[in-house]
T-cell receptor, first 112, second 114 residues
Framework: SQQGEEDPQALSIQEGENATMNCSYK?????LQWYRQNSGRGLVHLIL?????REKHSGRLRVTLDTSKKSSSLLITASRAADTASYFC????????????FGKGTLLTVNP | KAGVTQTPRYLIKTRGQQVTLSCSPI?????VSWYQQTPGQGLQFLFE???????NKGNFPGRFSGRQFSNSRSEMNVSTLELGDSALYLC?????????????FGPGTRLTVL
């Protein structure tokens, strides 16, 4: 079953605008990761945030985590056409269990 | 460092056949996981191997199996293929550390079952 649920399912913006995607999950987690996938290709790792962290930055990416609400958000600032892709959040429960549980993803379209 | 590699990239099989997919992890990574991605079910965990042992398993039938070799390379096998096995099969590797569980994915193998 899917633990993460991304919101919205699809997002269309203009180049230069910011894009915000949300992810909710159901059980306690150890880490939450965000991935990008260009059409039908492999997943590209974007950022990992641990359960004891609240915010993390990487370049134009900003991720927040609210464990009390079991939710995370991914903000892409100053978006580019090349950011067009599907974005997935994935959670793990830690320990020796390396299984990632993915949401269904948000399809982001950045129009030039 | 070279990334995760998967072979073949594309595969077409017919129902009832079997297939073997291969994954080479990033050098130094000893954990290898497999995922199936379909439009209907999304990304689903198949299994994870570490030191040639299956450490975690998802909810897939016994037709799906895998193994890992001493050099950490992994293969997965699907026997008696069904139409519903058509999917993108993704392999991911990671360091064996709960604190550093970034998983890095290969480009995937696109399997089509006719």
């Amino acid at each position: 079953s899917q633990q993460g649920e991304e919101d919205p399912q699809a997002l269309s913006i203009q180049e230069g605008e910011n894009a915000t995607m949300n992810c909710s999950y159901k059980t306690s987690i150890n880490n939450l990761q965000w991935y990008r996938q260009n059409s039908g290709r492999g997943l590209v790792h974007l950022i990992l945030i641990r359960s004891n962290e609240r915010e993390k930055h990487s370049g134009r990416l900003r991720v927040t985590l609210d464990t009390s609400k079991k939710s995370s958000s991914l903000l892409i600032t100053a978006s580019r056409a090349a950011d067009t892709a599907s974005y997935f959040c994935a959670t793990d429960r830690g320990g020796s269990n390396y299984k990632l549980t993915f949401g269904k993803g948000t399809l982001l379209t950045v129009n030039p | 460092k070279a990334g995760v590699t998967q072979t073949p990239r594309y595969l077409i099989k017919t129902r009832g056949q079997q297939v073997t997919l291969s994954c080479s992890p990033i050098s130094g990574h000893r954990s290898v996981s497999w995922y199936q991605q379909t439009p209907g079910q999304g990304l689903q965990f198949l299994f994870e191997y570490f030191s040639e042992t299956q450490r975690n398993k998802g909810n897939f039938p016994g037709r799906f199996s895998g193994r890992q070799f001493s050099n950490s390379r992994s293969e997965m096998n699907v026997s008696t293929l069904e139409l519903g096995d058509s999917a993108l099969y993704l392999c991911a590797s990671s360091l064996d550390s709960p604190q550093r569980n970034e998983q890095f994915f290969g480009p995937g193998t696109r399997l089509t079952v006719l």
